[in-house]
């Protein structure tokens, strides 16, 4: 368990399907501070904020929709992780995402609480581990 709290963004506009993630988490052995917002633009907005260390996507939203919504978020927050949280079990979406650099996918209506957990940890520190391989080799090179 880690000892901070983990700040995470839903960017989801279904109450229903925001609702169920943030079940999901308060069922959860993690201290996790879940902020939602509906729209990609109130995202960003809320990205210069408060960093989150992960964000929760869905690709659908009512001011972007598709690949064009991570590739905004991404420009926006190209260090963020993003799990995309889809309503559709649809491996080219997933495959896409994942070219895009996306750590993980997951379908809405198969999230669970330890699943959930699961992702979210794996997301950061697969993107930590990244951080510090660049680091090293960075470091390797100037000294050379």
């Known amino acids: 368990m880690y000892e901070s709290r983990i700040h995470v963004l839903l960017i ?3 109450p229903g399907d925001a609702d169920l993630v943030r079940l999901r988490l308060d069922e959860g052995k993690e201290a996790i501070d879940l902020s939602c917002v509906a729209r990609l633009e109130d995202a960003l907005a809320a990205i210069d904020k408060d960093f989150p260390a992960l964000v929760l996507l ?4 009512p001011d972007s929709r598709g690949p064009d919504t991570l590739r905004k978020l ?3 927050a190209p260090g963020v992780p993003v799990v995309i949280i889809s309503g559709q079990d649809d491996e080219a979406i997933a495959l896409n995402a ?3 650099g996306v750590p993980d996918f997951m379908v809405k209506g198969d999230i669970t609480t330890s699943g959930l957990e699961r992702v979210i940890h794996g997301a950061i520190e697969r993107r930590a581990l990244l951080r ?3 680091l090293l080799s960075y470091t390797a090179g100037n000294h050379s």
Do not use: G, H, R
């Open 132 to 134: 510090s391989t660049a």
């Open 12 to 14: 989801e506009d279904n």
């Open 74 to 76: 991404l420009a926006k």
């Open 98 to 100: 994942v070219l895009q």
């Open 58 to 61: 869905d690709l659908n939203l």
